[in-house]
């Protein structure tokens, strides 16, 4: 059986790129430690805003976090109220000075991290959990995602012995480095205990600059 890898992780470097962006060797522990704090609080504080991405790039003694949510109204609040409100809070954590910027989702229907917190919510609330996987599938193609995989694990409608479902729709090529493919991973806490909910969603291919340039030499060539 073929072992699985992050889909994100495996694609560093290659059409993907980090969500921590700075370079350290002497602090690089309390460097990390702090991004996993400030990401977790953000996180925490703003679930409601549909968040689904955290980036972090450091230059000297200033952060810069860009926070990509589907709900930017939410985080910068009345008059940018609630924005300053998080950066004082974030300020006096990390003792750092710090700069925040928002980033929209346009189309959160198809945005992994999204659907799946979507998913888990919607298991939380004893939906059916065939039927939100279904839904979920429907609406991310509808949104002109070229594929769709949804697994479901744990003690699903409540079993004795916890499994693991999942379905498919349309391509989702996990083998090709250049397939464009966002990954989300959510919890469900249920009074079973929790389900945990995973989403691949294929958007196409990106085809870098020197593969481009390739093809279209050899192209020529014919």
């Not at 996987?133 to 479901?152: D, E, N, Q, Y």
């Not at 959510?186 to 958007?203: D, F, H, L, Q």
Request: positive net charge; aromatic residues 8%.
């Amino acid at each position: 059986m073929g072992q699985k890898t992050h889909p994100i992780g495996v694609r560093l470097g290659i059409i993907k790129t980090w969500d921590s962006k700075w370079y350290e060797k002497k602090n690089y522990t309390s460097f990390l430690h702090e991004d996993l704090i400030i990401r977790k609080l953000i996180k925490e504080n703003l679930f409601h805003a549909g968040i689904s991405k955290i980036e972090i790039e450091r230059a000297g003694q200033s952060i810069r976090v860009i926070i990509h949510t589907a709900r930017p109204g939410i985080i910068i609040g009345k008059k940018g109220s609630e924005v300053e409100k998080l950066k004082k809070e974030l300020e006096r954590l990390s003792g750092k000075q710090l700069n925040i910027d928002i980033k929209e989702v346009r189309k959160p229907e198809i945005d992994a991290q999204l659907v799946a917190e979507n998913i888990a919510l919607q298991l939380e609330k004893r939906v059916a959990f065939r039927k939100a996987m279904k839904k979920a599938i429907a609406s991310a193609l509808r949104f002109g995602a070229l594929g769709v995989k949804v697994s479901c694990s744990g003690r699903l409608a409540g079993s004795e012995i916890a499994r693991t479902e999942w379905y498919r729709e349309g391509r989702v090529p996990l083998h090709t480095f250049r397939a464009d493919i966002y990954y989300g991973l959510a919890e469900a806490k249920t009074t079973y205990g929790r389900i945990g909910v995973k989403v691949w969603i294929y958007k196409g291919d990106i085809l870098t600059e020197p593969a481009a340039s390739e093809m279209g030499a050899a192209e020529t060539a014919v």
